[in-house]
């Protein structure tokens, strides 16, 4: 069983930062498991946003974030990160961490483990 918990989300301005954080706690290795972000709207449901395997040595964006969103990841730490720049009103969501066994992309179907979200909210 892993447990993940968020923190980081707020307020922001268009073309502003953040960076949100996921803390693991886990009876084996979090080096394991693979870590990722989705997002949730009201109109869209649920989105993937972001994935890294175990290692960090992979890693897998949806097309909306390319280029603004930076996933990583800190193993003795057992956290997980999202920076987000160029934030834009359309990035307004409730941010999930998931995280599963396995790789980047069956993260990005259907992972096991999620937090209970934090709310990004970005102002025009």
């Known amino acids: 069983q892993v447990q993940l918990e968020e923190s980081g989300g707020g307020l922001v301005q268009a073309g502003g930062s953040l960076r949100l954080s996921c803390a693991a706690s886990?009876?084996?290795?979090?080096?394991?498991?693979?870590m990722g972000w989705f997002r949730q709207t009201p109109g869209k449901g649920r989105e993937f946003v972001a994935a890294?395997?175990?290692?960090?040595?992979?890693?897998d964006y949806v097309d909306a974030v390319k280029g603004r969103f930076t996933i990583s990841r800190d193993n003795a730490k057992k956290t997980g990160y999202l920076q987000m720049n160029s934030l834009q009103p359309e990035d307004t969501a409730i941010y999930y961490c998931?995280?599963?066994?396995?790789?980047?992309?069956?993260?990005?179907?259907?992972?096991?483990?999620w937090g209970q979200g934090t709310q990004v909210t970005v102002s025009s």
């Open positions: 886990a009876p084996t290795v979090i080096s394991n498991y693979a």
């Open positions: 890294i395997t175990g290692s960090g040595s992979a890693t």
């Open positions: 998931v995280a599963d066994i396995g790789g980047v992309k069956m993260l990005a179907k259907s992972p096991r483990y």
